[in-house]
Protein backbone atom coordinates (compact mmCIF):
# COMPACT_ATOMS: atom_id res chain seq x y z
CA UNK A 1 0.00 0.00 0.00
CA UNK A 2 1.34 3.44 -1.29
CA UNK A 3 2.41 5.89 1.73
CA UNK A 4 -0.50 8.55 1.90
CA UNK A 5 1.59 11.21 3.39
CA UNK A 6 3.73 13.87 2.26
CA UNK A 7 7.54 13.60 3.33
CA UNK A 8 9.89 16.23 3.59
CA UNK A 9 13.40 15.45 2.26
CA UNK A 10 16.58 16.76 1.46
CA UNK A 11 17.67 17.47 -1.81
CA UNK A 12 19.49 19.22 -4.69
CA UNK A 13 17.70 21.99 -6.38
CA UNK A 14 18.78 24.16 -9.59
CA UNK A 15 16.94 27.29 -9.40
CA UNK A 16 17.85 28.49 -12.45
CA UNK A 17 20.50 27.48 -15.03
CA UNK A 18 23.72 29.16 -14.71
CA UNK A 19 23.74 29.28 -11.27
CA UNK A 20 25.05 27.18 -8.25
CA UNK A 21 22.54 24.66 -7.26
CA UNK A 22 22.29 24.07 -3.48
CA UNK A 23 20.68 21.26 -0.88
CA UNK A 24 17.15 22.70 -0.02
CA UNK A 25 14.16 21.18 2.25
CA UNK A 26 11.63 20.26 -0.22
CA UNK A 27 7.97 18.17 -0.31
CA UNK A 28 7.47 14.97 -1.74
CA UNK A 29 3.93 14.30 -2.30
CA UNK A 30 3.29 9.82 -2.17
CA UNK A 31 3.54 7.88 -5.05
CA UNK A 32 -0.08 7.91 -7.11
CA UNK A 33 -1.22 4.24 -8.18
CA UNK A 34 1.47 3.47 -10.82
CA UNK A 35 4.30 5.03 -8.83
CA UNK A 36 6.75 3.63 -6.60
CA UNK A 37 8.57 5.56 -3.32
CA UNK A 38 12.23 5.11 -3.25
CA UNK A 39 14.70 5.59 -0.05
CA UNK A 40 17.63 6.15 -2.48
CA UNK A 41 21.20 5.05 -1.42
CA UNK A 42 22.91 6.72 -3.99
CA UNK A 43 23.62 8.51 -7.37
CA UNK A 44 25.56 9.36 -10.28
CA UNK A 45 26.99 12.86 -11.37
CA UNK A 46 26.23 12.71 -15.47
CA UNK A 47 27.31 14.86 -17.86
CA UNK A 48 22.91 15.39 -18.76
CA UNK A 49 22.30 16.82 -15.12
CA UNK A 50 25.26 19.29 -16.01
CA UNK A 51 23.78 19.66 -19.33
CA UNK A 52 20.75 20.35 -17.27
CA UNK A 53 22.84 23.41 -15.17
CA UNK A 54 23.94 24.64 -17.84
CA UNK A 55 20.77 25.12 -20.31
CA UNK A 56 21.24 23.18 -22.88
CA UNK A 57 18.40 20.58 -22.02
CA UNK A 58 14.73 20.52 -21.20
CA UNK A 59 11.90 23.63 -21.57
CA UNK A 60 13.76 25.87 -19.41
CA UNK A 61 11.03 25.35 -16.37
CA UNK A 62 12.67 25.69 -13.02
CA UNK A 63 13.49 25.22 -10.30
CA UNK A 64 14.52 21.36 -10.72
CA UNK A 65 15.60 18.79 -8.64
CA UNK A 66 18.65 17.01 -10.15
CA UNK A 67 19.72 12.92 -10.74
CA UNK A 68 18.39 10.97 -13.13
CA UNK A 69 21.29 7.98 -12.40
CA UNK A 70 20.94 6.15 -9.03
CA UNK A 71 19.49 3.28 -6.74
CA UNK A 72 17.93 2.18 -3.57
CA UNK A 73 15.34 0.42 -1.95
CA UNK A 74 11.16 0.48 -2.38
CA UNK A 75 9.56 2.03 0.50
CA UNK A 76 6.19 2.18 -1.13
CA UNK A 77 4.04 0.85 -4.24
CA UNK A 78 1.28 2.62 -5.37
CA UNK A 79 -2.02 -0.06 -5.59
CA UNK A 80 -1.69 -0.78 -9.30
CA UNK A 81 1.77 -1.82 -9.16
CA UNK A 82 3.02 -5.05 -10.17
CA UNK A 83 6.30 -6.58 -9.83
CA UNK A 84 7.75 -4.51 -7.13
CA UNK A 85 7.34 -4.65 -3.45
CA UNK A 86 8.98 -2.82 -0.27
CA UNK A 87 12.43 -3.83 0.27
CA UNK A 88 13.08 -4.33 -3.10
CA UNK A 89 16.69 -2.67 -4.10
CA UNK A 90 16.29 -1.12 -7.63
CA UNK A 91 18.00 1.03 -10.33
CA UNK A 92 15.99 3.96 -12.03
CA UNK A 93 15.12 4.04 -15.54
CA UNK A 94 15.15 7.65 -16.78
CA UNK A 95 12.42 6.60 -19.46
CA UNK A 96 9.67 4.51 -18.44
CA UNK A 97 7.95 4.08 -21.74
CA UNK A 98 3.92 4.34 -22.00
CA UNK A 99 4.06 0.75 -24.04
CA UNK A 100 1.29 3.19 -26.08
CA UNK A 101 2.87 5.83 -28.44
CA UNK A 102 3.77 4.58 -32.04
CA UNK A 103 8.10 3.98 -30.77
CA UNK A 104 6.53 1.78 -28.18
CA UNK A 105 4.36 -0.12 -30.28
CA UNK A 106 7.41 -0.64 -32.85
CA UNK A 107 10.02 -1.88 -30.04
CA UNK A 108 11.89 1.49 -29.54
CA UNK A 109 10.71 2.01 -26.15
CA UNK A 110 13.45 4.56 -25.49
CA UNK A 111 12.57 7.07 -28.33
CA UNK A 112 8.94 6.68 -26.16
CA UNK A 113 7.07 10.32 -26.99
CA UNK A 114 5.16 10.18 -23.44
CA UNK A 115 8.22 10.18 -21.78
CA UNK A 116 10.16 12.49 -23.96
CA UNK A 117 7.49 15.14 -23.71
CA UNK A 118 7.03 14.92 -19.79
CA UNK A 119 10.61 14.38 -18.91
CA UNK A 120 11.55 17.59 -21.34
CA UNK A 121 9.00 19.43 -18.99
CA UNK A 122 10.19 17.76 -15.86
CA UNK A 123 7.52 15.96 -15.13
CA UNK A 124 6.61 12.48 -14.23
CA UNK A 125 4.50 10.06 -17.08
CA UNK A 126 0.45 11.71 -16.11
CA UNK A 127 2.79 15.41 -16.53
CA UNK A 128 2.30 15.96 -12.97
CA UNK A 129 4.97 16.55 -10.37
CA UNK A 130 5.46 15.09 -6.50
CA UNK A 131 7.94 17.71 -5.46
CA UNK A 132 7.27 21.19 -3.87
CA UNK A 133 9.68 23.75 -2.26
CA UNK A 134 8.93 24.42 1.33
CA UNK A 135 7.26 27.94 0.10
CA UNK A 136 4.43 25.84 -2.25
CA UNK A 137 6.26 26.45 -5.35
CA UNK A 138 6.40 23.22 -7.93
CA UNK A 139 9.54 21.49 -8.20
CA UNK A 140 10.56 19.99 -11.53
CA UNK A 141 11.49 15.93 -11.50
CA UNK A 142 15.21 16.12 -13.19
CA UNK A 143 15.06 13.94 -16.45
CA UNK A 144 12.11 11.60 -14.33
CA UNK A 145 13.52 10.41 -11.63
CA UNK A 146 15.55 14.22 -9.54
CA UNK A 147 17.63 11.45 -7.66
CA UNK A 148 20.14 13.66 -6.28
CA UNK A 149 18.11 13.80 -2.78
CA UNK A 150 16.73 11.26 0.08
CA UNK A 151 13.70 9.88 -1.43
CA UNK A 152 12.26 9.53 -5.24
CA UNK A 153 8.71 9.06 -6.25
CA UNK A 154 8.87 7.64 -10.16
CA UNK A 155 6.49 5.75 -12.18
CA UNK A 156 6.69 1.64 -11.53
CA UNK A 157 8.51 1.53 -14.93
CA UNK A 158 11.31 3.74 -13.39
CA UNK A 159 12.35 1.52 -11.28
CA UNK A 160 13.94 -1.89 -12.46
CA UNK A 161 15.07 -4.39 -9.52
CA UNK A 162 18.56 -5.57 -8.97
CA UNK A 163 20.22 -8.29 -7.31
CA UNK A 164 20.94 -7.17 -3.53
CA UNK A 165 23.94 -8.94 -4.04
CA UNK A 166 25.22 -5.53 -6.00
CA UNK A 167 26.30 -2.76 -3.54
CA UNK A 168 24.01 0.28 -4.41
CA UNK A 169 26.56 2.71 -4.67
CA UNK A 170 27.73 0.18 -7.67
CA UNK A 171 24.15 -0.39 -8.79
CA UNK A 172 23.57 3.22 -8.97
CA UNK A 173 25.52 3.71 -12.49
CA UNK A 174 22.98 0.75 -14.37
CA UNK A 175 20.50 2.81 -14.89
CA UNK A 176 21.96 5.47 -17.23
CA UNK A 177 26.07 5.34 -18.04
CA UNK A 178 25.96 1.45 -18.06
CA UNK A 179 23.22 0.67 -20.17
CA UNK A 180 23.96 3.43 -22.77
CA UNK A 181 27.15 2.36 -23.08
CA UNK A 182 27.00 -1.02 -23.71
CA UNK A 183 23.62 -0.50 -25.34
CA UNK A 184 25.47 2.02 -27.79
CA UNK A 185 27.94 -1.29 -28.68
CA UNK A 186 24.91 -3.44 -29.57
CA UNK A 187 23.40 -1.13 -31.14
CA UNK A 188 26.21 -0.80 -33.95
CA UNK A 189 26.73 -4.35 -34.39
CA UNK A 190 30.23 -4.17 -33.07
CA UNK A 191 31.24 -8.42 -33.65
CA UNK A 192 34.48 -10.38 -33.10
CA UNK A 193 37.42 -9.06 -34.66
CA UNK A 194 36.32 -5.76 -35.01
CA UNK A 195 38.11 -2.84 -34.62
CA UNK A 196 36.48 0.42 -32.50
CA UNK A 197 37.67 3.85 -31.55
CA UNK A 198 36.04 5.68 -28.62
CA UNK A 199 36.28 9.41 -28.34
CA UNK A 200 35.75 10.33 -24.86
CA UNK A 201 36.05 8.49 -21.64
CA UNK A 202 34.16 9.72 -19.02
CA UNK A 203 31.33 7.70 -17.47
CA UNK A 204 29.49 6.72 -20.56
CA UNK A 205 32.68 5.93 -22.79
CA UNK A 206 34.45 3.57 -20.30
CA UNK A 207 31.12 1.78 -20.47
CA UNK A 208 31.48 1.97 -24.00
CA UNK A 209 34.59 0.45 -24.48
CA UNK A 210 33.95 -2.59 -21.80
CA UNK A 211 30.83 -3.32 -24.10
CA UNK A 212 33.22 -3.20 -27.10
CA UNK A 213 36.12 -5.75 -25.15
CA UNK A 214 32.76 -7.97 -24.11
CA UNK A 215 31.87 -8.07 -28.05
CA UNK A 216 35.49 -9.43 -28.92
CA UNK A 217 36.29 -6.11 -30.67
CA UNK A 218 40.25 -6.77 -30.69
CA UNK A 219 41.47 -3.19 -31.09
CA UNK A 220 39.60 -0.54 -29.64
CA UNK A 221 41.68 3.34 -29.26
CA UNK A 222 40.39 5.33 -26.60
CA UNK A 223 40.72 9.20 -27.40
CA UNK A 224 40.42 11.80 -24.25
CA UNK A 225 42.42 14.93 -23.14
CA UNK A 226 43.06 13.50 -19.85
CA UNK A 227 46.10 10.46 -18.80
CA UNK A 228 43.53 9.73 -15.69
CA UNK A 229 40.93 8.90 -18.37
CA UNK A 230 42.83 6.49 -20.87
CA UNK A 231 44.43 4.65 -17.85
CA UNK A 232 41.59 3.71 -16.42
CA UNK A 233 40.08 3.34 -20.07
CA UNK A 234 42.87 0.68 -20.53
CA UNK A 235 41.27 -1.16 -17.41
CA UNK A 236 37.93 -0.92 -19.23
CA UNK A 237 39.50 -2.74 -22.45
CA UNK A 238 41.32 -0.37 -24.65
CA UNK A 239 44.27 -1.91 -26.81
CA UNK A 240 45.53 1.65 -27.17
CA UNK A 241 45.33 5.28 -25.89
CA UNK A 242 45.46 8.75 -27.42
CA UNK A 243 45.79 12.36 -25.78
CA UNK A 244 43.45 13.96 -27.55
CA UNK A 245 45.28 17.66 -26.95
CA UNK A 246 48.92 16.31 -28.04
CA UNK A 247 48.37 14.78 -31.20
CA UNK A 248 46.70 14.60 -34.73
CA UNK A 249 43.56 12.26 -33.01
CA UNK A 250 42.64 11.36 -36.77
CA UNK A 251 46.02 10.49 -37.86
CA UNK A 252 47.35 8.26 -34.92
CA UNK A 253 44.05 6.85 -35.31
CA UNK A 254 44.00 5.61 -38.65
CA UNK A 255 47.75 4.19 -37.78
CA UNK A 256 47.21 2.25 -35.01
CA UNK A 257 44.18 0.53 -36.94
CA UNK A 258 45.72 -0.05 -40.14
CA UNK A 259 43.88 2.71 -41.87
CA UNK A 260 40.50 3.06 -39.88
CA UNK A 261 38.20 1.59 -37.45
CA UNK A 262 35.08 -0.38 -38.26
CA UNK A 263 33.06 1.25 -35.50
CA UNK A 264 33.53 4.65 -33.86
CA UNK A 265 31.68 6.19 -31.12
CA UNK A 266 31.40 9.82 -29.80
CA UNK A 267 30.71 9.97 -26.49
CA UNK A 268 31.48 14.02 -26.08
CA UNK A 269 28.69 16.06 -27.43
CA UNK A 270 30.55 18.33 -30.08
CA UNK A 271 30.94 18.71 -33.60
CA UNK A 272 34.73 18.75 -33.75
CA UNK A 273 34.45 15.05 -31.98
CA UNK A 274 31.85 13.80 -34.05
CA UNK A 275 33.49 14.87 -37.03
CA UNK A 276 37.10 12.97 -35.65
CA UNK A 277 34.41 9.77 -35.03
CA UNK A 278 33.46 10.38 -38.76
CA UNK A 279 36.93 10.75 -39.87
CA UNK A 280 38.54 8.08 -38.33
CA UNK A 281 35.97 5.35 -40.02
CA UNK A 282 37.42 2.59 -43.15
CA UNK A 283 35.65 2.47 -45.58
CA UNK A 284 32.51 0.23 -44.95
CA UNK A 285 32.75 2.05 -41.46
CA UNK A 286 29.75 3.02 -38.94
CA UNK A 287 30.04 6.05 -36.85
CA UNK A 288 28.14 6.35 -33.78
CA UNK A 289 26.96 9.37 -31.73
CA UNK A 290 26.20 8.83 -27.88
CA UNK A 291 27.14 12.26 -26.29
CA UNK A 292 24.70 14.99 -25.87
CA UNK A 293 25.48 18.05 -28.28
CA UNK A 294 24.20 21.56 -27.16
CA UNK A 295 21.16 23.34 -28.43
CA UNK A 296 21.80 24.68 -32.00
CA UNK A 297 25.28 22.67 -32.88
CA UNK A 298 25.64 21.79 -36.75
CA UNK A 299 27.81 19.08 -37.79
CA UNK A 300 29.29 19.25 -41.47
CA UNK A 301 30.41 15.79 -43.00
CA UNK A 302 31.77 15.66 -46.67
CA UNK A 303 29.19 14.40 -49.31
CA UNK A 304 32.11 12.39 -51.26
CA UNK A 305 32.39 9.99 -48.07
CA UNK A 306 29.31 8.33 -48.18
CA UNK A 307 30.43 6.49 -51.63
CA UNK A 308 32.19 4.84 -49.55
CA UNK A 309 29.68 3.45 -47.78
CA UNK A 310 30.30 5.06 -44.19
CA UNK A 311 27.47 5.29 -41.49
CA UNK A 312 26.41 7.78 -39.14
CA UNK A 313 23.67 7.11 -36.47
CA UNK A 314 22.78 8.08 -32.87
CA UNK A 315 21.93 5.78 -29.86
CA UNK A 316 20.03 7.14 -26.87
CA UNK A 317 20.14 5.51 -23.47
CA UNK A 318 21.14 1.91 -25.16
CA UNK A 319 18.89 1.96 -28.07
CA UNK A 320 17.09 -1.25 -26.19
CA UNK A 321 14.29 -2.07 -24.11
CA UNK A 322 16.01 -0.56 -20.63
CA UNK A 323 14.20 -3.69 -18.80
CA UNK A 324 15.82 -6.38 -20.73
CA UNK A 325 19.21 -4.89 -21.11
CA UNK A 326 19.46 -4.20 -17.50
CA UNK A 327 19.02 -8.13 -16.81
CA UNK A 328 21.33 -8.95 -19.20
CA UNK A 329 24.22 -6.35 -17.68
CA UNK A 330 23.18 -7.46 -14.35
CA UNK A 331 24.40 -11.32 -15.31
CA UNK A 332 27.81 -9.87 -16.45
CA UNK A 333 28.22 -8.32 -13.50
CA UNK A 334 27.34 -11.02 -10.97
CA UNK A 335 29.49 -13.67 -13.33
CA UNK A 336 32.34 -11.35 -12.57
CA UNK A 337 32.60 -10.33 -16.55
CA UNK A 338 31.69 -6.33 -15.63
CA UNK A 339 33.58 -4.28 -13.01
CA UNK A 340 31.22 -1.50 -11.68
CA UNK A 341 33.16 0.00 -9.23
CA UNK A 342 36.34 1.18 -11.19
CA UNK A 343 34.90 3.95 -13.08
CA UNK A 344 33.90 5.50 -9.45
CA UNK A 345 36.48 8.64 -9.41
CA UNK A 346 34.81 9.47 -5.80
CA UNK A 347 32.21 8.88 -3.17
CA UNK A 348 30.82 12.47 -2.14
CA UNK A 349 28.01 14.28 -0.59
CA UNK A 350 24.73 16.10 -1.54
CA UNK A 351 26.68 19.13 -0.09
CA UNK A 352 29.12 17.99 -2.87
CA UNK A 353 27.12 18.39 -6.23
CA UNK A 354 28.29 21.56 -7.03
CA UNK A 355 32.09 20.60 -6.66
CA UNK A 356 31.00 17.76 -9.01
CA UNK A 357 29.58 19.39 -11.61
CA UNK A 358 32.50 21.64 -11.74
CA UNK A 359 34.80 18.81 -12.36
CA UNK A 360 32.90 17.29 -14.88
CA UNK A 361 32.98 20.40 -16.64
CA UNK A 362 36.64 20.69 -16.51
CA UNK A 363 36.96 17.16 -17.62
CA UNK A 364 38.12 15.89 -13.62
CA UNK A 365 37.52 12.08 -13.07
CA UNK A 366 35.39 9.85 -14.62
CA UNK A 367 31.82 9.55 -12.25
CA UNK A 368 31.62 11.07 -9.10
CA UNK A 369 28.62 9.04 -6.87
CA UNK A 370 26.31 10.74 -4.54
CA UNK A 371 26.20 8.47 -1.00
CA UNK A 372 22.72 9.76 0.31
CA UNK A 373 22.20 6.76 2.50
CA UNK A 374 25.62 5.25 3.30
CA UNK A 375 24.11 2.12 5.27
CA UNK A 376 21.99 1.55 2.26
CA UNK A 377 24.99 2.10 -0.57
CA UNK A 378 27.46 -0.39 1.08
CA UNK A 379 25.43 -2.76 1.93
CA UNK A 380 26.06 -6.17 0.41
CA UNK A 381 23.36 -9.28 1.08
CA UNK A 382 23.47 -12.85 -0.54
CA UNK A 383 21.37 -13.74 -3.06
CA UNK A 384 17.82 -14.51 -1.88
CA UNK A 385 17.34 -18.20 -2.95
Not at 159 to 176: D, F, M, N, Y
Not at 271 to 292: E, Y
Not at 334 to 345: A, K, M, N, Q, W
Request: with cysteine.
Amino acid sequence: MARRAAIEIDAVVLRRPGRPVGVERVRLDPPRADEVLVRVAAAGVCRSDLHLVDGQLGEGRWPMVLGHEGAGVVEAVGEHVDGLSAGDHVAFCFVPSCGACRPCRSGRPTLCETAARNSAAGMLMDGTSRLRARDGMLLQHGLMVACFAEYVVVPAGGAVRVPPSIPLWEAALLGCGVVTGIGAVNRAGVRVGDSVCVVGCGGVGLQVIAGARLAGATTIVAVDRTVEKLELARRRGATDAVIAAERDVVEEVRAIADGGVDHAFEVVGSAVTIRQAWDVLRPGGTATVVGVTPKGVDVVLPAIDFLSERTITGSYYGSTDVRVALDQIVQLVVSGRLELGEVVSDLIGLDDVEAALERLRSGEGARSVIVIDEGLARARRAVEP
